[in-house]
């Protein structure tokens, strides 16, 4: 069977200018060179450094970053399209030749089947236990705000200076493809301030512990006893039991891991922003006896698509079981997702999946097989001429 797109109703792809974003200006990002995107490399600074920033009150640090819910205005104004009329529905079918091809290029396909049941079977009936695959996938964006610090190293310090900070839902931030999973970090433009290093006092360098500052640790050779088993003095350490501190290189500080030795650090609000494709989706129960781990891999074929900013439940669709589901899912996302993740777009379909019962005689016995999905697969647990357990094509 071909795969082929039997209906269609693709709607208008458009949404709220607020929630559309363009590209940052670069000198919102100019602060942060160094910073690869997607990567965590900013960490969290003690609460009793943190500047307190008009909007952004209760800004914590660390964790999963304070979440921001979106504007009404933005909640409010996505629209929903209007209902468009459902046209006629075209139900593909199964015939017996294609049911016995399937049949032989599965046993063929089985080094340890013989193909004469398939060549030779008579077929007794052809029961079809067609189903249906909806699906509805809501395209979402969240936003929250953390506190987060770098080592400053120089770099140019977007402060409050240069003017207020803009509210979380009002940075415009680059959109990635439509129902696609991903995550965005950026800074929050004029929250950056820089600080003295809390770790190290500022100094840029801590005390080494392996030697407690000194820059000698006991020589590894003799044990810090100065002398070997022989009563020789140890040529390692020269007799004094002691040698240089590998850790420091002798020096007795190190660099601090925190400011990595620059003394300060430059601290900013991180915006983070999620986009989630939420999937709700169910099969129309036909009882048809397969296994119910088997329609995962089974392929439909599309019948119906449906895109736009919000979509409206199915109505019309032969099989109740579907409608129920799309009336079912559009709820939920509208109740559970709408008010804290504005949805973007909304996209839902529904795939046939063509399933046929074929009951066969062969050798005066009477044996079941099923044909699934588009490519006709064979599951038939119970061939009647193999040698080990395979049921699947």
């Known amino acids: ?10 709607g208008p792809q458009d949404y709220d200018d ?21 990567e965590e490399w900013a960490s969290a600074p003690p609460a009793e450094m943190l500047d307190d920033v008009a909007g952004y009150e209760g800004t914590i640090a660390g964790g999963e970053g304070g979440f921001v819910l979106p504007p009404i205005s933005i909640t409010e104004t996505t629209r929903r399209d209007e209902p468009r009329p459902q046209r006629e529905w075209s139900i593909p079918t199964i015939t017996e030749d294609m049911a016995r091809e399937a049949f032989i290029q599965f046993a063929s396909s089985k080094c340890c089947y013989s193909s004469r049941p398939a060549k030779e079977m008579v077929f007794r009936d052809l029961r079809a236990f067609n189903t249906y695959r909806y699906r509805l996938e809501s395209f979402t964006e969240s936003r929250s705000t953390e506190w987060k610090m770098i080592p400053f190293k120089g770099q140019f310090v977007d402060s409050s200076a240069y003017g207020m900070a803009p509210l979380p839902w009002n940075i415009i931030v680059p959109m990635p493809p439509m129902f696609q999973d991903n995550v965005s970090k950026v ?29 000698m640790v006991k020589c590894w050779v003799c044990k810090g006893r100065g002398y070997q088993f022989t009563d020789d003095r140890c040529t390692h350490c ?45 099969i129309a129960d036909r009882q048809s006896g397969l296994p119910l781990e088997l329609y995962g891999k089974i392929n439909g074929q599309s019948i119906f698509t449906e ?37 973007i777009q909304q996209r839902q ?14 050798k005066e016995k ?28």
């Open 1 to 10: 069977m071909e795969k082929q797109a039997l209906l269609s109703a693709t």
């Open 187 to 215: 800074p929050v433009p004029h929250t950056s301030s820089t600080k003295g290093c809390h770790s190290c006092m500022s100094l840029g360098k801590i005390a080494c512990n392996k030697c407690t500052a000194t820059g």
């Open 349 to 362: 379909t529904i795939e046939f999946i063509p399933i046929t019962q074929v009951q066969y005689e062969w």
């Open 307 to 343: 895109q736009q900013s919000r979509v409206n439940p199915i109505v019309s669709f032969p099989d109740n079981q579907i409608n129920r589901a799309s009336q079912t899912a559009i709820q939920e996302h509208a109740t559970q997702l709408a008010r804290t993740s504005p949805i």
């Open 238 to 282: 020269n007799g004094t039991g002691l040698q240089r501190c590998d850790n420091c290189s002798g020096q007795g500080t190190r660099a601090c891991q925190t400011c990595r030795g620059s003394g300060q650090l430059m601290l900013f609000i991180q915006l983070t922003v999620q986009w989630k494709n939420n999937i709700f989706e169910g």
């Open 18 to 38: 607020s929630i559309n974003p363009a590209p940052l200006p670069a000198s919102s990002v100019a602060a942060f060179p160094e910073v690869p995107q997607n």
């Open 366 to 393: 009477e044996y079941t097989y099923f044909t699934c999905g588009t490519e006709n697969r064979v599951y038939a647990p119970d061939y009647p001429a193999k040698c080990c357990c395979c049921s699947i094509l």
